[in-house]
C-alpha cells in the first residue's frame, strides 16, 4: 500500500487546504499540512511524499498543471528558508520512520496482529503498535492525530507513557491517564 495525501495530479496539499479550509488563518493551514505529513509518514505501507510539500509548495491554484510551464510547476527553492522549521519537522519524521520498526510493518498479517486502534473522539483517530512484536527499540507506541479545530482530550491506555522528542514541541500533555492533545496536531508517545 501506498499512502500519500497529494501528488504530482490534482492541486498540491497546500493547494487543497486553501480551498477546503477558505477561513484558516496560515498557522492553522500549516498545521494541518503538518498533520497530513505526520499521518503518512507515520502510517503502514510505502509513503508517497509530493516535492515541495516540506515548504508548502503551491501550484497557485491550478489543478491540471501538465501543460501550465514552469511559472506553476517549479520548486521555488527560496521558500525552504522561509519554511526551514517544517523542513526539519519532515527530516525528523523520516529519521523516526528509518529508525522504529513499528511505522513499517512488512505483511498485512503483522498489521492485524500488532497494530490497535484506541478509543477516541471522533475527531481523533488513535493506535497503539507492538514495537517488542517488530524487534523495535519502542516496545509500545502510542499515535494519536487531532484533526478538529479544538484542542481534544484522548484516554491513555495503561503504562508510563512518554512523549516522543518529535512531536514534543506540539503541545500535547499527559496526566493522570489522559492526553490532551492541541487542535490539527499528532502526538506520538512510547514506553
Request: charged share 20%; with cysteine; net charge negative.
Amino acid at each position: 500500500m501506498i499512502s500519500y495525501c497529494e501528488c504530482h495530479d490534482n492541486n498540491t496539499l497546500w493547494d487543497k487546504l486553501g480551498l477546503s479550509a477558505p477561513d484558516a488563518d496560515i498557522p492553522e493551514r500549516e498545521a494541518m499540512q503538518r498533520l497530513a505529513l505526520t499521518i503518512v509518514l507515520t502510517s503502514q505501507g510505502i509513503p508517497f511524499l509530493f516535492e515541495g510539500t516540506e515548504f508548502l509548495h503551491s501550484k497557485k491554484g491550478i489543478d491540471n498543471s501538465f501543460n501550465s510551464g514552469d511559472s506553476i510547476n517549479a520548486i521555488d527553492w527560496s521558500v525552504k528558508k522561509e519554511r526551514l522549521p517544517l523542513v526539519e519537522y519532515l527530516r525528523s519524521l523520516i529519521a523516526l520512520r528509518k529508525e522504529h520498526p513499528a511505522f513499517r510493518m512488512t505483511s498485512a498479517e503483522q498489521i492485524r496482529l500488532y497494530l490497535h486502534f484506541e478509543p477516541a473522539p471522533e475527531s481523533c483517530i488513535a493506535y497503539t503498535l507492538n514495537g517488542a512484536a517488530v524487534h523495535d527499540g519502542w516496545g509500545k507506541i502510542y499515535i494519536a492525530f487531532n484533526g478538529s479545530g479544538v484542542p481534544e482530550a484522548l484516554p491513555l491506555p495503561p503504562g508510563d507513557w512518554q512523549e516522543s522528542p518529535l512531536t514534543g514541541g506540539a503541545g500535547a500533555t499527559t496526566r493522570s491517564g489522559a492526553l490532551e492533545i492541541p487542535a490539527y496536531s499528532a502526538a506520538i508517545l512510547y514506553r
